[in-house]
């Protein structure tokens, strides 16, 4: 049987609404959450992500989103992954960064392609993180087997190019 992932933006529209978000999704026996940590430029993001992250970065910043991590973690029983940009890693450093998560099940680095995704799994690793890979229709066959390898959890598959959100439809190339 499939998983049921619930993605939330940290902090949106308030700490509050988030965190009771995260109850509920508890209650209802959601697998795992996918918490977005906003960012400035959020070049994946859809319009509707994109101004969510503008509205909270004017109330929260990163320690704020770390906070209420720490505060998902005593209420959600399932896996967390983060969701974020690799510029938010980058800032306070790789093995700061990863330190100061906890104890999540992985990380999703929306703007870290394949092959530069080992330059963060050798930090991640040593906290328990996986950093969870991208393919997409695109892939050549190498690149799948070289996502297959190693990946604890799941591959994150983008089905289309551009960003997320808004209307979609699969081309004939993705449904082959």
């Known amino acids: ?22 109850r509920i999704c508890d209650r ?21 992500l994109e101004k969510a992250c503008y509205d909270t970065l004017k109330r929260y910043d990163l320690d704020d ?5 720490h505060d998902v973690q ?3 029983h399932g896996k967390i992954y983060i969701m974020t940009y690799a510029n938010i890693v980058y800032g306070p450093g790789v093995e700061n960064f990863a330190k100061r998560l ?5 990380i999703i ?11 963060f799994e050798k930090t991640f690793k040593k906290y328990g993180i996986a950093v969870i890979r991208f393919l997409t229709p695109q892939s050549r066959d190498e690149d799948i087997d070289n996502a297959l390898k190693g990946t604890r959890d799941f591959i994150y598959f983008v089905s289309k190019r551009g960003t997320t959100g808004g209307e979609f ?6 449904r082959a």
Do not use: C
Not at 28 to 48: C, H, K, R, T, Y
Not at 169 to 174: V, Y
């Open 1 to 22: 049987m499939g998983k049921i992932g619930i993605y939330l933006l940290a902090n949106y529209p308030s700490r509050e609404a988030f965190l009771e978000a995260v």
């Open 28 to 48: 209802e026996n959601i697998d795992f959450l996918e918490i977005g940590f906003p960012f400035s430029d959020p070049v994946a993001d859809g319009d509707a």
């Open 65 to 69: 989103a770390v906070h209420s991590l």
């Open 74 to 76: 005593r209420i959600f």
């Open 102 to 106: 906890g104890a999540i099940s992985g």
């Open 109 to 119: 680095l929306a703007d870290v392609p394949l092959r530069e995704a080992r330059f």
């Open 169 to 174: 439809s699969l081309d004939e190339e993705t």
